[in-house]
């Protein structure tokens, strides 16, 4: 479940997304896989290509990418959100949902 994003939030990534633009969208989240996650930063794009690439160019598995149309996307979750989102320097989203060290 997703928390502390509005519905335009939700709705800019979703068109960034559509237009084939790599977007993040970083929200609270509850998962019970993940009991000490609090929080996920999805990475989309509708252009599958330029989404691996994303991917490989931060040395992330594409294989992992959620293929599921017509927003596909990457969760980042953990040390390796904090890391890229720092790299694309992102740090509404790092000051936003606390996830500084």
């Known amino acids: 479940m997703a928390f502390g994003i509005t ?7 979703k068109a960034a997304v559509s237009r084939g633009e790599t977007s993040f969208l970083t929200h609270y989240w509850f998962d ?14 509708a ?13 992330i598995n594409p294989k992992y990418i ?8 990457f969760d ?3 040390a390796l959100q904090r ?8 740090a509404e989203h790092l000051d936003r949902f606390r996830l500084q060290q």
């Open 7 to 13: 519905r335009a939030e939700l709705n800019e990534w």
């Open 83 to 90: 890391e890229v989102l720092m790299k694309e320097n992102l």
């Open 32 to 45: 019970p896989r993940f009991p000490d996650i609090r929080t996920v930063t999805k990475v989309g794009n």
């Open 66 to 73: 959620h293929d599921r149309p017509p927003f596909p996307h």
């Open 47 to 59: 252009n599958l290509a330029r989404l691996t690439e994303w991917c490989v160019g931060h040395g």
């Open 76 to 78: 980042l979750m953990g």
